[in-house]
């Protein structure tokens, strides 16, 4: 088991480091310069180019930009003058994660739930209908749920608020369902198939022979075996939620981090956006790193390999 | 059963005279079978009817009417769908049934290329690392570990931006670096299992070269299990246009996509309605039709799922 | 035919799979029974229907497969009409069942410990200690290695002998009256495989338990059962006591069967023989003897019908072969003639 984890810990590292590699020089790579402003004299430019430090060759750009990133430092915004990206991070990130957890843990529950029964109903109607709400949910990406639900719930109907955040909980509702539908979506098409695949195992047959309820045998044999796989599938799920925070903060005006990188993008604040990328990017592979070690952990086949 | 009165005819029989008794079940091949088991699923045949339909008015529609989907008519701007335009006009006046099919031209072509390319690529990736093995599967699994773990997305946003966003080939270019990870590391899969079968052994014995037998025998037999990947992968694809032009960085206007499209009606979406909703039913019914169908083309490949 | 004192009896069974290409006539009419304290075998090539039976006898057959005649009774009762509760109490409790490949047939992520209890806890009212002491003292019984230890391992932390021994545990823990043993043997290793025979038997006297052994493997059968019936494309083709077959066969399959089990005491050369050609498709199963395409005897009555079973040297010792037939002297000859020359 120790050397399952020491392994994927140092495939993290690796990832983490090949990411801000990347990163830094695919940003050295962007047209379009932040500070060019016809208004401002050329003097001052080069000051500010000073400041940030692009004055220097891209190689030691690259040692300083290591060096900071080993102590945590992101660097500073240009547009927000004056704020590092840690602290815009610090800020906002909170708001996303709030929002992606609330999203995802109604989204896994629901998800499995509904797998389970198109599994064990399957090919009669309850998998029918389940299959058919999880396709609608995989075929309408966020960007058309989002601003339809927000039309016809919160300016039609007005149950719901519009938009914002932190005021009330019902804020939380339309961007949460939105947010968490892909996952609702996939989670019930492949824990249908995992669960599909493990009926069809011959240990399934043994706990049949023992005399047991098809109940009892789902529960006590299939479940845990089915849900194995799926766990792999964390770390996508949380990926395409951190994704989708991007378009679904954008249309509930909800002040999250994915808000302002998608701002970042459009204004090219390239400190910010590499800041963000590289965050995000290490979120990701942390997160992924907890699945594999909580795989390693459930299933026993795994640490031996 | 047995007639007792007439005596049963004892002459030996040769066995050349029995064979034919054999073989009486048709004969079916991998392919016919796959296509028997496809032609059941009623959805997945809809489905590709929907999407051949889609292409067809994807290549044939903007020609349908006389307007071209960039001409900005000022007096025309802002109309509801009537007979002379059928899916109205946008702020600048044009023509929308001619937009919305060009668009999905974009979307499409983007698709599939985005689809294809970074398959091909993995699959010759995958196929080298399978059959070698040793140190370059070692470095090239390492390799598509460490690359894994890079949110591609995220990726895609900066190449795009490296390398100028606007055209099909950029957002294609940026699919393909990031999307080759997953199709090498299935295929590789798949031929760890086929090199061990025994017509791969037979042609390494015939002194076949190993490019040849990639070639030739192995990437041949992954193709079923990588088309239902490429048809799944295909949506996603769909998705990541439409995700990116909702960020900016997607088809630069005038040229539509799909995506694009969706972004510029979700703006004026209170006052113009249809404006979102027609592309966004396109969407999701490419979405939906290559979902279905890939669906039902893996569940008529899974021996264990066919009755 | 035969009177019901004994403990399981089969009568006429037949059992179809409804596939898509039509009916598979898995199992055509077979008839056997199980006495107490008996092990029999039933013996014939994969695809015979030997697993579908006894699938269909503990109640465990699935759709597509359905049973189109015939009867089975167990201690006098009807099972085929048992409700699925009733089943489930009969299953794994007084008949159980061990299957051929123990890995795949033992759940991956439950600790053998618990997997062995888990039937004795699902029959009878025992708290959790209760169980794992009654276990602790089935593997003893089995003399498996440090069982204190084993049983909180993983299936795949075992080898594959051990993991036959634990199939074996958890199929007797609750002293069953029917052993189903599906090719207990024929995933292992050729020493172990002696070890699990000699364990089975072994347990079989301590226990009680009735065997009903099936198996392609003569090998296997010759040191366990005291019966044996030979199945051939869903039919019995002969059956009769172990004696009977290995000495007195008298259908062209059962020798054929006999031939291809290897012997240290004959000339490898000339001895280890295979039966050619395949079984007949059960989807349009031939009208004569299944057996007729591949029989080197075959004469045309063979094709056009099948033959009646008949009784040999005693009541229990029968066959169906045309060759036995009066009228069939010359053909019968002959071959016996030849069967001579290859021994």
């Given at each position: 088991m120790l050397r399952y984890v020491l392994k994927r810990v140092v495939i993290a590292l690796l990832t983490v480091f090949v990411l801000a590699t990347v990163t830094f020089f695919l940003s050295k790579l962007?047209?379009?310069?932040?500070?060019?402003?016809?208004?401002?004299p050329v003097s001052v430019q080069e000051k500010q180019r000073a400041y940030y430090g692009l004055d220097k060759p891209v190689i030691q750009q690259y040692f300083i930009y290591m060096g900071n990133l080993l102590r945590g430092d992101l660097g500073t915004s240009i547009k927000f003058v004056g704020r590092s990206v840690r602290d815009i991070i610090g800020e906002f990130f909170p708001v996303s994660a709030k929002l992606g957890l609330i999203a995802l843990s109604f989204a896994e529950i629901i998800g499995l739930l509904f797998g389970i029964l198109c599994a064990q109903y399957r090919n009669r109607w309850p998998d029918y209908v389940l299959m058919v709400f999880a396709i609608l949910g995989i075929a309408l990406p966020s960007m058309v749920v989002g601003p339809l639900i927000r039309y016809l719930f919160?300016?039609?109907?007005?149950?719901?608020?519009?938009g914002g955040w932190g005021k009330t909980w019902q804020q939380a509702i339309m961007p949460a369902f939105v947010l968490g539908l892909g996952t609702i979506a996939g989670n019930t098409r492949s824990m249908r198939a995992c669960m599909l695949a493990v009926i069809t195992q011959d240990y399934v047959k043994t706990a049949r022979a023992k005399g047991m309820s098809p109940v009892r045998v789902v529960l006590k044999h299939e479940l845990k075996n089915s849900l194995v796989p799926m766990l792999a599938n964390l770390g996508p799920m949380i990926a395409g939620v951190l994704m989708g925070s991007f378009v679904v903060e954008q249309i509930f005006v909800i002040p999250g981090l994915g808000k302002h990188f998608v701002n970042a993008v459009s204004t090219l604040d390239y400190p910010l956006i590499m800041g963000l990328t590289i965050f995000y990017g290490a979120f990701l592979v942390v997160m992924n790193l907890l699945v594999d070690i909580l795989y390693g952990w459930v299933d026993p086949r795994i640490r031996v390999k | 059963m047995l007639n007792r009165n007439t005596c049963p005819d004892f002459t030996p029989i040769s066995p050349d005279e029995l064979t034919?008794?054999?073989?009486?079940r048709p004969e079916t091949t991998y392919f016919k079978d796959v296509w028997r088991n496809l032609k059941k699923r009623k959805t997945a045949l809809a489905s590709l009817f929907v999407l051949a339909l889609l292409v067809v008015m994807v290549l044939a529609g903007p020609m349908m009417n006389e307007y071209n989907y960039y001409s900005n008519d000022y007096a025309a701007a802002n109309q509801a769908p009537s007979a002379l335009h059928w899916f109205g006009t946008d702020t600048l006046g044009r023509d929308l049934w001619t937009r919305v099919w060009v668009g999905g031209r974009v979307s499409l072509l983007i698709a599939i290329l985005a689809t294809v390319i970074p398959y091909a690529i993995g699959m010759l990736i995958g196929g080298i690392s399978g059959y070698f093995g040793g140190k370059v599967d070692m470095f090239i699994m390492r390799l598509i570990d460490v690359l894994m773990g890079i949110p591609s997305l995220i990726y895609d946003i900066l190449l795009i931006m490296v390398l100028g966003s606007g055209s099909i080939a950029t957002l294609v270019i940026a699919f393909t670096i990031t999307g080759w990870l997953g199709s090498a590391r299935t295929t590789r899969g798949l031929v760890l299992q086929l090199k061990e079968r025994e017509f791969v052994m037979a042609s390494v014995t015939l002194g076949a070269s190993p490019i040849r037998i990639i070639l030739r025998h192995l990437l041949p037999n992954t193709l079923g299990i990588i088309v239902v990947g490429m048809t799944m992968t295909i949506p996603s694809v769909i998705f990541a246009e439409a995700f990116l032009s909702f960020i900016g960085l997607g088809i630069t206007p005038p040229n539509p996509s799909w995506g694009q499209l969706i972004k510029e009606a979700s703006e004026v979406f209170k006052q113009y309605p249809y404006r979102f909703i027609i592309p966004c039913i396109f969407v999701g019914l490419t979405m939906l039709c290559f979902n279905l169908l890939g669906d039902g083309l893996r569940d008529a490949l899974d021996p264990r799922l066919r009755s | 035919m035969e009177t019901s004192s004994h403990l399981l009896e089969v009568n006429d069974l037949a059992v179809s799979f409804f596939t898509y290409a039509g009916e598979v006539q898995a199992v055509r009419g077979i008839s056997w029974y199980l006495n107490k304290n008996e092990t029999i075998a039933l013996v014939g090539e994969s695809g015979c229907g030997k697993s579908v039976t006894i699938q269909t006898v503990m109640g465990l057959l699935q759709s597509p497969?359905?049973?189109?005649g015939g009867s089975v009774r167990f201690e006098e009762r009807d099972m085929l009409g048992l409700s699925a509760k009733e089943l489930r109490q009969l299953q794994g409790n007084r008949m159980t069942m061990i299957f051929q490949d123990p890995l795949s047939y033992l759940n991956p992520t439950m600790r053998v410990g618990e997997q062995i209890a888990e039937s004795y806890r699902l029959h009878h009212k025992v708290s959790r200690s209760e169980a794992e002491a009654r276990v602790l003292d089935m593997m003893h019984l089995i003399s498996f290695p440090e069982p204190e230890r084993n049983?909180?391992?993983?299936?795949?932390?075992?080898s594959g002998g051990m993991r036959q021994r634990i199939m074996v545990a958890m199929a007797l823990i609750c002293n069953p009256q029917v052993l189903f043993a599906d090719e207990p043997t024929t995933a292992l290793d050729v020493t172990i495989q002696a070890q699990i025979i000699e364990l089975m038997n072994s347990l079989k006297e301590k226990l009680n338990t009735a065997i009903v052994l099936i198996t392609h493997d003569l090998g296997v059968v010759a040191n366990m059962a005291q019966r044996i019936y030979v199945m051939y494309a869903g039919k019995i083709v002969e059956r009769g006591s172990a004696k009977d077959i290995f000495y007195r066969p008298k259908h062209p399959y059962t020798w054929g069967l006999l031939a291809s089990v290897p012997r240290l005491d004959a000339d490898q050369s000339r001895d280890f023989r295979y039966i050619p050609g395949t079984p007949p498709d059960l989807l349009n199963p031939p009208k004569g003897c299944p057996f007729a395409a591949r029989c080197r005897y075959a004469c045309r009555a063979c094709v056009s019908s099948i033959p009646e079973e008949m009784a040999f040297d005693s009541e229990d010792h029968r066959a169906s072969c045309w060759l036995y037939h009066p009228g069939a002297e010359a053909l019968l000859a002959a071959a016996e003639r030849e069967r001579g020359m290859q021994r």
């Open positions: 962007l047209p379009g310069d932040p500070f060019m402003n016809e208004k401002i919160g300016v039609q109907l007005r149950w719901l608020p519009v | 034919g008794e054999e073989m009486t | 497969g359905r049973v189109t049983m909180y391992a993983y299936p795949h932390q075992l």
